[in-house]
């Protein structure tokens, strides 16, 4: 397991003290500076440009890029504003989990962009606890529920027509009245009278998401702060697992069962074992005791 830098030993780090600018349309200096102050003693500070045109939540303008290559799109917007060699950014998916489809999770992907030294950084983190709710209504209809569900008001809201193509979007909707007025606008525009309200997932209208961004700006941070054992470069740290496993019941090999963490450099080709998950398989997860 990895274990971030002692607070004397921030000096020592090649970021310590470092201006670092994080690119952000939408207030996420909050959730990621404390962590990155903590174990880096770096000097972030936020770039507000506009991210949309790479792609947007409510889906007006398609995300063509994979989320890690969009951060990393981010980033460099601005470093090449700031004229800086390196920068932080974040891209979230909301989505049916792609191993558990009837949950909705929050896969938030951050990234560390180094132009001085040519490498990134990532990291991701999943998680189930996010509230996100959508509603077709038409207008007048009791929305005490959803409401309730959708964590209005400190959750921000979306209105738009009932159109197949998202667009006169109305965002930001955090009280009662500007909602009301969004539906009447919205519905009279529609097609069929009727209108979406969905989450205003952008991070400075997603409380819930803006605790994820938080945890993966920590693990990003503590990443970061370790340095490979060989060229001491930032970064090091889990790429994948050493997989197969004996059952402890039939003793038979299930060669996908992951048995120890496989730490790696971002820079070199440096390797090593990491922590050790398992000796043995549970007979509960064999694919012969249980195919």
């Known amino acids: 397991m990895l274990t971030p830098f002692e607070s004397s030993d921030l000096s020592r780090h090649p970021y310590f003290k470092k201006r670092i600018v994080l690119t952000t349309k939408h207030e996420k200096l909050k959730q990621i500076k404390p962590a990155f102050d903590q174990y880096l003693g770096c000097e972030i500070f936020e770039?507000?440009?506009d991210t949309d045109q790479l792609g947007t939540f409510a889906g007006e303008i398609e995300r063509t890029a994979p989320p890690r290559e969009t951060a990393i799109s981010k980033a460099r917007l601005g470093m090449n504003a700031m004229g800086l060699k390196i920068g932080i950014a974040s891209e979230g998916s909301i989505n049916p989990d792609p191993v558990v489809p009837f949950?909705?999770?929050?896969?938030?992907?951050?990234?560390?962009?180094?132009?001085?030294?040519?490498?990134?950084?990532?990291?991701?983190?999943?998680?189930?606890?996010?509230?996100?709710?959508?509603?077709?209504?038409?207008?007048g209809q009791d929305l005490t529920e959803f409401l309730q569900r959708a964590g209005f008001p400190s959750h921000g809201l979306i209105v738009r027509p009932n159109t197949e193509k998202k667009s006169n979007c109305i965002k930001g909707i955090t009280d009662q009245e500007t909602l009301m007025e969004a539906i009447s606008?919205?519905?009279?525009?529609?097609?069929?009278?009727?209108?979406?309200?969905?989450?205003?997932?952008?991070?400075?209208?997603?409380?819930?998401?803006?605790?994820?961004?938080?945890?993966?700006?920590?693990?990003?941070?503590?990443?970061?702060?370790?340095l490979?054992?060989?060229?001491?470069?930032?970064?090091?740290?889990?790429?994948?697992?050493?997989?197969?496993?004996?059952?402890?019941?039939?003793?038979?090999?299930?060669?996908?069962?992951?048995?120890?963490?496989?730490?790696?450099?971002?820079?070199?080709?440096?390797?090593?074992?990491?922590?050790?998950?398992?000796?043995?398989?549970?007979?509960a997860n064999c694919q012969f005791c249980n195919p």
């Open 47 to 49: 770039a507000n440009l």
């Open 103 to 139: 949950l909705n999770s929050n896969i938030e992907h951050l990234v560390l962009v180094d132009d001085e030294n040519d490498i990134v950084i990532s990291q991701v983190h999943r998680s189930f606890e996010i509230t996100v709710a959508t509603v077709t209504i038409s207008p």
């Open 185 to 226: 606008i919205s519905s009279r525009i529609s097609g069929d009278g009727l209108v979406v309200i969905e989450s205003d997932l952008r991070a400075h209208f997603s409380p819930s998401r803006q605790k994820n961004i938080a945890e993966a700006a920590r693990l990003l941070a503590i990443r970061t702060s370790q």
């Open 228 to 283: 490979c054992p060989q060229c001491q470069m930032p970064g090091w740290g889990r790429i994948g697992y050493e997989k197969g496993l004996k059952c402890s019941t039939c003793k038979l090999e299930n060669p996908d069962a992951i048995r120890q963490g496989k730490l790696g450099c971002v820079k070199c080709d440096h390797t090593q074992l990491g922590q050790v998950i398992a000796t043995e398989l549970d007979p």
